[in-house]
């Protein structure tokens, strides 16, 4: 019903726009979100995974995983109502870890460390507390998360905000903790150091280069096997990309994740023309 009622919504608004003499613009594409609600049950809490669906493409998916990064999620809806595509998020009391009791035990992870059994235990020890029960619990929550990601999904979009310098593309610049995390690093000298787009792909990480984006591109083969999604994406060779600006800079995230999603629909175009599969 409340996909009939949506649908019908949106031909009556562009029936009113076709009208003489109407002033309403349909310029832009505008998607009413349509959110579904799962909840997953983990140790004795419901954690609300959230699910929201901007038209009919799928191909894109950006996904938060740091229910504190709300600039991100904002600029994510704004840019997706126009663009279209699908944003899953991870619903936490704006809290970046998560906390769980297990067998009267507590434990606390981060859901960015867990998509390896050697990232669960590294959380839930830098976090308090480890047993193998609790990183089965964790390892399920993981799983879970993935399947909410489209088979055809061409692009795993990460949202992340950060804070002033405390992690920037100087991170990955030689001499640096992340050094070895990088194959290679653009670093623009008219940008934020805080504002960066990381991904997994050379092609995304030389055209977001190109438009003078700090870049860093991951070493896939070499870089510390710390249970984050980059790090899955990239043995798992797919294509994934962090867009990253500080708390608060809405309007800058909304301009990288514009140009990005753009960028994204040119490499697919150039793909399908040429045969290739564009996941």
């Given at each position: ?45 419901d ?19 740091h ?6 999620v ?5 840019v ?68 909410l ?16 310098e ?16 990088a ?22 990480y ?7 984006y ?6 896939n ?26 708390h ?7 301009e ?24």
């Amino acid at each position: 019903m409340r996909i009939l009622f949506i649908t019908l919504l949106s031909f009556l608004y562009t029936c009113l726009a076709a009208q003489p003499g109407n002033n309403v613009s349909i310029s832009k594409p505008f998607f009413l979100p349509l959110e579904k609600k799962i909840f997953y049950r983990l140790g004795d809490r419901d954690i609300p995974l959230i699910v929201t669906q901007y038209g009919d493409a799928r191909d894109i998916v950006c996904i938060n995983l740091h229910a504190n990064e709300i600039t991100s999620v904002r600029a994510a809806r704004s840019v997706l109502e126009e663009r279209g595509g699908t944003l899953i998020r991870i619903e936490n009391k704006q809290q970046r870890l998560i906390r769980f009791r297990l067998k009267g035990m507590t434990y606390t992870f981060d859901p960015n460390r867990i998509f390896s059994r050697v990232g669960i235990e590294q959380t839930l020890s830098d976090n308090g507390r480890f047993s193998r029960d609790a990183m089965e619990e964790v390892e399920k929550f993981a799983d879970r998360l993935l399947q909410l990601i489209p088979a055809n999904t061409t692009c795993i979009v990460a949202l992340h905000n950060n804070t002033e310098e405390a992690f920037s593309v100087k991170s990955y610049l030689p001499g640096n903790d992340r050094q070895q995390d990088a194959k290679a690093v653009y670093a623009d000298n008219q940008q934020d150091v805080d504002d960066i787009a990381f991904t997994t792909d050379s092609l995304l990480y030389q055209k977001m280069a190109d438009q003078r984006y700090n870049s860093i591109l991951q070493d896939n083969q070499n870089a510390r096997k710390d249970g984050s999604l980059s790090i899955y994406c990239g043995e798992k060779s797919r294509r994934y990309i962090n867009i990253e600006t500080q708390h608060g800079k809405l309007g800058q995230y909304i301009e990288m994740l514009e140009r990005l999603l753009i960028i994204l629909e040119g490499i697919n175009k150039e793909m399908l023309q040429t045969g290739e599969n564009p996941q």
